[in-house]
C-alpha cells in the first residue's frame, strides 16, 4: 500500500461530493472503537482460561484483567495528544488505517496472549498498542467532519461521538455469541473469538478510513455563509496554532470543563446499579427488606434488574451525544455546558432525595438524564474547540484535550471507591453511604461551571496571522 | 458551492445502512436487557 494511497492530497473530495457520506465513514471507525467499553464481557471467560468451568491455580484474577481498562484510556489519551498534530498533518485517512492495524492487530496480539497464557500480551496488545488505535481512531475524523459540517458542528460530531458510545453495544453480544460459538470442553473460545473480532474490526475501520474524504478548500455548504465574527463572539473565523492554543487559558478552562464532566459522569456510572439495588433492595421485586436481608435466589431478581438500569444509561448515554451536540448548535456551546453543569448539580444532589422517598422511576430517571450530559459533554466538546480556536488545527487540540478524560478516568473511580469506603468504615449504612458520593459529584460539577464561566474568547495575540496561516496551508499540501 | 449529485444520495443511504443495521441490533439487544428494569 503506497503512502499516495492514503495522502491528503489522495482524498479531496471532487465537486458534488456528497458530505452526508462522511458521517457513517466515521461512525465504522468509532463503533468498532467503542467495544474499550465492552471489554469487561471477557473477564470472566479469561478467569478460568485454565480451569476452562472455574478458575483453577494459574488462572488470571479478574482484578489483573481490570488493568486493560486503565491502559484503554491512558493510552487513548497520551496517544490522542501525541499523535494529534501528526494526524492533522497526515490526514484522516492515514490516522483511520493506522488505528485500524493498532486496534485490530492488538485483538489479534492479545489472541496469542491468550493462546500463550500470557497477561502481558494481552496487556500489551489490547491495553497499548490497542489503546493507541483509540486515540488516533477517536480524533481521526474529528477535524475533517467539522470542516464538512461548518453549519452543524456538534451534530456532526456527535454522530460520530455517538458511535464511540455505542460500540460496546454491538461488541458486548457479539463477543458472547462468538465465545459461545467457539467455546469447547477445553477452550472458553476467548483465543479465536479475539481473532475474529480483530479481523471484523480491521475490515470496518479500514472500511471507513477510505470512506474519509476532505473538503476541497475554501468549499462551503451550498447556500451557506459564515455568520458575522460581530454577531456571535464566541465562535471565531480565524485559527490559532495547536501549540499557542496550550497557552491560552481557553484551553485549559475547557480542560476543566472536560475533566469535571467525565469525573462525575464516571462516578455516576460505577455506582449508578449497585446503588440502586442497595436503596431500593426488596421493593425493586414486590418484597420487603433491604439488599442483605434477601434470599440468594431474590438477589439474582435484584441484580438482573440493576443490569437493566445499567443497559437503559448506556442507551441515555449514546442518545445524550447526538441529542446535546446537536441542541449546541441552535443554543450555543457555552450554554448547552452551563445546562449540564446547572441541571447536573440539581440532580446529582437530587438523587439521594428520591431514593429517601423510594421512588424507583423518579430515581431512574434522575441517573437517565445525567447520563445523557455525561455523552452530551464527550460530543459537544470538539465543536467547542473548533469555535474558540477555529477549524485547522481543532484534531491536534482535541487531541492534547483529551488528557482531560485519562485524568476523569483516575479521579472519578477514585473518588467513588474511597469516600464509599471511607464512610462505611465509619458504620454509615451501605445504602446511604452513596449520599455523600453524589454530593461531592455535585461539587465537581460547580468546579466545571465556574472554569465554562470564565471562557472568553481567544485573546487577539494567539490568533495566527494571515502570513503564519498561508505558510501553514502551503505547508500541509 | 456545487449541490451534491441525486445519485449520491444512494451512495448515502447505503453507507448508513451498513453502519445502522449493527448499530440497531446492538440497540435492540440493550433494550432486551434494559426491559428487565421495568417488568
Known amino acids: 500500500m503506497s503512502s499516495g494511497l492514503l495522502s491528503k492530497e489522495r482524498i479531496i473530495a471532487g465537486p458534488g461530493f456528497n458530505r452526508w457520506l462522511v458521517p457513517p465513514a466515521a461512525l465504522a471507525i468509532h463503533l468498532s472503537i467503542g467495544m474499550a467499553y465492552g471489554f469487561s464481557v471477557f473477564w470472566l471467560p479469561l478467569s478460568r482460561a485454565i480451569g476452562i468451568t472455574a478458575s483453577a491455580p494459574g488462572d488470571w484474577k479478574i482484578s489483573t484483567l481490570g488493568w486493560m481498562f486503565t491502559l484503554f484510556f491512558v493510552f487513548l489519551g497520551s496517544s490522542a495528544a501525541v499523535f494529534g498534530r501528526w494526524v492533522e498533518g497526515e490526514g484522516p485517512r492515514k490516522a483511520g488505517v493506522a488505528a485500524a492495524f493498532c486496534w485490530g492487530g492488538g485483538f489479534l496480539i492479545s489472541a496469542l496472549g491468550v493462546r500463550l497464557h500470557q497477561i502481558l500480551l494481552l496487556w500489551i496488545g489490547s491495553g497499548v498498542i490497542g489503546g493507541c488505535g483509540l486515540g488516533l481512531g477517536y480524533i481521526s475524523p474529528v477535524s475533517t467532519l467539522i470542516k464538512w459540517f461548518p453549519d452543524r458542528r456538534g451534530m456532526a460530531t456527535g454522530m460520530a461521538i455517538m458511535g464511540f458510545g455505542g460500540g460496546a453495544m454491538i461488541g458486548s453480544p457479539l463477543a458472547n455469541l462468538l465465545m459461545n460459538h467457539f467455546k469447547t470442553p477445553t477452550s472458553v473460545g476467548v483465543q479465536e473469538t479475539f481473532v475474529t473480532m480483530g479481523l471484523i474490526y480491521f475490515v470496518a475501520m479500514l472500511a471507513g478510513a477510505f470512506g474519509y474524504r476532505l473538503p476541497a478548500p475554501g468549499w462551503q455548504p451550498a447556500g451557506w455563509t459564515p455568520p458575522p465574527p460581530q454577531e456571535k463572539a464566541m465562535i471565531t473565523q480565524r485559527q490559532v496554532h495547536v501549540n499557542q492554543a496550550i497557552r491560552t487559558p481557553q484551553f485549559w478552562l475547557l480542560w476543566v470543563v472536560l475533566w469535571m464532566n467525565v469525573s462525575a459522569g464516571i462516578g455516576v456510572i460505577g455506582m449508578a446499579s449497585p446503588m440502586l439495588q442497595e436503596v431500593f433492595g426488596g421493593k425493586l421485586i414486590g418484597v420487603a427488606g433491604a439488599l442483605r436481608d434477601l434470599s440468594e435466589d431474590q438477589k439474582t431478581q435484584v441484580a438482573t434488574i440493576g443490569a437493566g438500569f445499567a443497559a437503559l444509561l448506556s442507551l441515555f448515554n449514546i442518545g445524550g451525544r447526538i441529542f446535546w451536540a446537536s441542541m449546541s448548535d441552535y443554543l450555543g456551546r457555552k450554554r448547552t455546558y452551563f445546562i449540564f453543569f446547572a441541571l447536573g448539580f440539581v440532580l446529582y444532589c437530587a438523587a439521594p432525595s428520591a431514593g429517601r422517598a423510594a421512588v424507583v422511576p423518579l430515581f431512574v430517571a434522575i441517573f437517565c438524564v445525567i447520563l445523557t450530559m455525561y455523552g452530551g459533554g464527550f460530543a459537544t466538546i470538539p465543536a467547542y474547540l473548533a469555535d474558540m480556536f477555529g477549524t485547522v488545527h481543532v484534531g491536534a487540540i482535541h487531541g492534547r484535550l483529551l488528557t482531560a478524560w485519562s485524568a476523569a478516568g483516575i479521579l472519578g473511580p477514585i473518588l467513588v471507591n474511597y469516600i464509599r469506603e471511607f464512610q462505611i468504615d465509619r458504620g454509615v449504612p451501605a445504602a446511604q453511604a452513596y449520599n455523600t458520593t453524589m454530593y461531592v459529584l455535585a461539587g465537581l460539577l460547580v468546579i466545571g461551571f465556574i472554569a465554562n464561566a470564565r471562557v472568553r474568547p481567544v485573546a487577539e495575540r494567539y490568533y495566527m496571522t494571515d502570513d503564519q496561516f498561508a505558510r501553514e496551508l502551503a505547508g500541509k499540501r | ?39
Not at chain 2, 8 to 31: C, D, E, N
Request: proline share 5%.
Open chain 2, 1 to 39: 458551492m456545487e449541490r451534491p449529485s441525486a445519485s449520491s444520495w444512494a451512495a448515502v443511504a447505503i453507507a448508513w445502512i451498513l453502519v445502522g443495521i449493527p448499530l440497531a441490533w446492538g440497540i435492540y439487544q440493550t433494550l432486551q436487557t434494559a426491559v428487565k428494569l421495568f417488568r
